[in-house]
């Protein structure tokens, strides 16, 4: 059982992965739960809601050029029981963005999934990277 | 099964609370895997096994003057099967620092956890607080 949750939870986040690439919010977006709650990389502190999460998917993947953004994951770790999960990955962000800014970082993620009627769906996420208690600036030049 | 599996980490997180409150790093690590992978709010991208957790956790604790800091906890989730779950929440934290500097944030917080032998504990942690984009600044300033 367990293995067959952490099975499914991986295929989940490969779907994902495909849907990033090919730019596809709603293909992103199926995987959440209406009331997930989203700790993002940029504020808010939070976004309460699918509608709220998918807003900020729209507009992290509508910043980059065509082809970008590229993503790598690294180090992922999946523990699910029957109904309840998470998993826990390292990913490089680059590309370049429609400002011309390129982006090149290492973010921490971190997600929540529940089994509901049959099927994984993310309640939580939590995307970071830690920040300087010196100076208050991000990090971004942190690799693992 | 499963409201009992939340009442357990509630528990968890109380004591967790109370030994923070006291300073006592022994109580605060009591809770946690020895192969946790933490992802704190300051450098390292991450800090992997207890014992690396326990320094960064000290050092954090140690950093404040007596009495401080003050924590408060905002708008848990708390969800676990039989062997695996999760929680999530809002905490500001408050206090003056050995070095005179007052803080006073609101972090993100992400708990993973699995029961080892009928004890809950922590496998992953993820503190953060999200940056501005436009100054790569994180932001201290959001209150929920």
Redesign the interface.
């Known amino acids: 059982m367990k293995t067959s949750s952490e099975t499914q939870i991986r295929q989940l986040l490969d779907a994902r992965a495909e849907a990033i690439r090919a730019k596809d919010v709603d293909g992103v977006m199926t995987a959440y739960a209406t009331d997930t709650?989203f700790?993002?990389?940029?504020?808010?502190?939070?976004h309460v809601g699918a509608s709220s999460a998918r807003e900020r998917v729209e507009a992290w993947l509508g910043g980059y050029v065509e082809g970008a953004p590229s993503v790598e994951i690294r180090d992922l770790?999946i523990?699910?029981?029957?109904?309840?999960?998470?998993c826990?990955y390292?990913y490089r962000v680059s590309g370049r963005l429609t400002t011309g800014t390129e982006v090149d970082m290492?973010v921490?993620a971190?997600m929540?999934l529940?089994n509901a009627a049959g099927r994984w769906i993310i309640?939580?996420q939590?995307d970071?990277?830690?920040?300087?208690?010196q100076t208050?600036?991000?990090?971004?030049d942190?690799?693992?």
Do not use: I, K, M, N
Request: with cysteine; hydrophobic share 40%; glycine share 8%.
């Open positions: 709650v700790y993002d990389a940029l504020p808010p502190l939070r770790t523990a699910a029981g029957e109904d309840t999960g998470f826990y390292l290492w921490r971190t929540c529940q309640t939580h939590h970071s990277v830690p920040f300087d208690a208050g600036a991000a990090v971004f942190q690799a693992p």
